[in-house]
């Protein structure tokens, strides 16, 4: 596996911090390797900027930041415009297409998931989060589909487990079905 990075940008509120610890868990305790997690934060309790940074190894890990991401996930047009430019041509971007329009010139095109709207659909904005983790997980093999559902559930509050596995299908089967580079910001 060797070290590898992964970023999560947007703002207070979308649960950022939350997806970098079930990213973290699920690499670390399910699927058996080693991880770190670095967060920041604006000076707003909600809806200032956020962000979640994750390193995933199979060794032990000497330095705890991202420096070069492969996996770059933009929930807020201020963390596009901070983040989603100078990437290596093999970063993979993952936006909510309502929430950051891209640079339509962006090479390779991020791909997109909406959502924020998929999770208002099923009645809980709040889970929009878990919904871009599934999709992320059908996407990219960063952790396996299996250890990061198994960190979703247990990461989430009690008795909400089963909605929020069901957000987590949500998105799997929608990269599943649409999760292609090329697809761009089709959403």
Known sequence: MGRREIRIAGFGGQGIVLSGQIVGQAASIY????STLTQSYGPEARGGSCTAEVVISDKPIGYPYVQNPEVLI?????????????LSA??????????????????????????????RDMGR???ANIIT???????????SPEALKNS???????????FNS??????????????????????
């Open 166 to 187: 069901k957000a987590f299908e949500l998105g799997y089967d929608y990269g599943l079905e649409h999760g292609k580079q090329s697809e761009g910001t089709n959403g």
């Open 152 to 162: 979703v559930l247990t990461s989430v509050p009690k008795g909400t487990e089963e």
């Open 74 to 86: 933009i929930l807020s047009q201020e963390a596009y415009t901070k983040y989603g430019h100078d």
């Open 125 to 127: 904005v709040v889970v």
């Open 133 to 143: 983790l599934g999709f992320l997980a059908a996407v990219s093999d960063l952790v």
């Open 90 to 119: 093999e970063t993979l971007m993952i936006i909510d297409p309502d929430l950051v329009k891209p640079d339509p010139s962006q090479n390779p095109a991020p791909l997109s998931i909406p959502a924020t709207r998929m999770a």
């Open 31 to 34: 699927d058996n390797g080693f």
